[in-house]
């Protein structure tokens, strides 16, 4: 017997005898966990798929999609390790049931298109680069999806159109271009260990959800507009450890907008990512920076490092977010230029509070009086912070050097790990409370909840964090 269907066959033996597993329900967590019934048997990989699919994708093989397949409410789809799914411009995967895809460090799953090679060439133009264009239409989830679990899964070149069928059958519209779409307030979303490549808006909406982004890496995501991790109204969880260069938008946002009835209030907690280059296709002034809260969103923000980023983290005053139930601090930010410097904190319609614990010390560069809703009173000098701490990453270079400021989208061979000396060393804040709203499971949630880190950014100087 295929050893996934015998893991499940007996975790819902044990079920029949325990009862299901239930989680404490707060205003946060409403969700009670059950295993999905067994999948179909092994899928076979000697034809294009097409229509609907569950069962089990096994280790070694290459599936192709001849047209968009959909997984039926109460079927799920495995992912064994090891697996590759090529997808064109005509395909995507309609979740109604539930997607599990379990890669591993040594296995990873792919999904991507077949003959398309990666352009990591500095200072490339949007619209030369593959990334950009939308080749295949990524992982659609509709509002009966109960679970969608990502670990160590590449999804690359992503993007393309709903089209006017897919698009209606997860209640979107035609043109809606997301890489993955979640949107069910009583399901969960995980990732974990995963990397994402490329788009053409927001890599990830979670319309609403239960969520767990861990220790991800995101590269060239957007195109000339999108988020990154865009979580919106009923949307709970902890998005931590991750990785983003090259964004359009914000890498991290929360906001309550379009909170389903009966839903919970949009809640994350967010720590120890690294963003870089945030804002690469935006010009300064507007949303492109790492981290964003706004319109009634509560939660936390704390550990994460910026490098020139076209704006600082923001706390978005129109309309405003639950500023009574957020706090940040402990945030790092770099910049190359005086135009990055300047943005450090943004103003018109921006309420974001400087914090004592932040690197540089506001003191260095803000006037004393420089909090208020007023725009004309919060403008300041940045020039004392330009190039101000450095954070001695292994192999990136600061000032960037022979090249336009926003060059990079992409790591390539660079490695942002720490090394000793680094001013992000110790000076994170661990009393931080993720919000934990997944099972805690090998194969149906979260694998682990890495707490935070006493170093900033997603890597930490003794190994833990993001594993890329």
Not at 432 to 461: F, R, S
Request: glycine share 12%.
């Amino acid at each position: 017997m295929n050893r996934i269907v015998l893991a499940l066959a007996l975790i819902l033996l044990a079920a029949t005898f325990s009862g299901c597993n239930k989680w404490a329900e707060d205003k946060s967590n409403i969700y009670a966990y059950k295993a999905p019934p067994p999948p179909g048997g092994a899928i076979p990989a000697n034809t294009p798929l097409c229509g609907s699919i569950k069962g089990v994708m096994q280790t070694g093989n290459t599936y192709v999609l001849g047209c968009t397949i959909n997984v039926p409410a109460g079927d799920t789809l495995f992912l064994e390790p090891g697996v590759t799914i090529d997808a064109d411009s005509n395909s995507g995967i309609l979740v109604h049931g539930s997607l599990i895809s379990l890669g591993t460090q040594a296995q990873p799953n792919v999904f991507t298109v077949a003959g398309v090679t990666k352009n990591n060439a500095p200072n490339l133009p949007i619209t030369q680069d593959p990334a950009h264009i939308g080749l295949w239409k990524g992982i659609m989830c509709d509002t009966s999806c109960p679970r969608l679990i990502l670990k160590w899964t590449h999804i690359d070149f992503a993007g393309a159109a709903y089209g006017n069928v897919d698009g209606p059958s997860v209640e979107q519209s035609s043109g809606t271009s997301f890489n993955i779409l979640f949107q069910n307030p009583n399901g969960i979303f995980v990732m974990e260990d995963s990397w994402v490549y490329g788009g053409t808006d927001d890599c990830m909406r979670i319309s609403n959800g239960k969520i767990h982004v861990f220790r991800n890496t995101f590269e060239k995501c957007g195109g000339s507009g999108g988020d990154c991790v865009n979580s919106k109204g009923g949307t709970v969880g902890t998005v931590a450890y991750n990785f983003f260069i090259g964004t359009a938008y914000n890498g991290q946002k929360a906001s309550n907008k379009g909170q389903p009835v009966g839903a919970p209030q949009t809640n994350i907690v967010m720590y120890n990512s690294t963003f870089v280059n945030g804002g690469t296709q935006i010009q300064a002034g507007t949303r492109a920076g790492g981290i964003d809260y706004e319109q009634g969103a509560e939660g936390a923000f704390f550990n994460n490092a910026f490098i020139n980023c076209r704006v600082g983290y923001r706390v978005v005053n129109n309309p405003l977010a639950d500023t009574a139930h957020l706090t940040y601090g402990n945030n790092y930010q770099w910049a190359d230029s005086l135009v990055i410097a300047d943005q450090f904190f943004t103003w018109g319609g921006v309420c974001t509070k400087p914090m004592p614990t932040d690197i540089p010390n506001p003191s260095l560069y803000l006037p004393a009086n420089f909090y208020y809703p007023d725009p004309q009173q919060n403008a300041y000098d940045g020039t004392s912070v330009v190039q101000y701490d450095n954070p001695r990453f292994l192999n990136y270079p600061l000032p960037v050097q022979g090249q336009p400021l926003f060059a990079y989208t992409a790591i390539g061979n660079f490695d942002f790990h720490l090394t000793p000396g680094s001013s992000l060393i110790g000076k994170g804040n661990n009393n931080i409370t993720p919000l934990t709203v997944v099972p805690i499971d090998p194969i149906y949630g979260a694998t682990e909840v890495t707490l935070p880190g006493v170093d900033l950014g997603c890597y930490q100087i003794n190994g833990t964090g993001n594993q890329h």
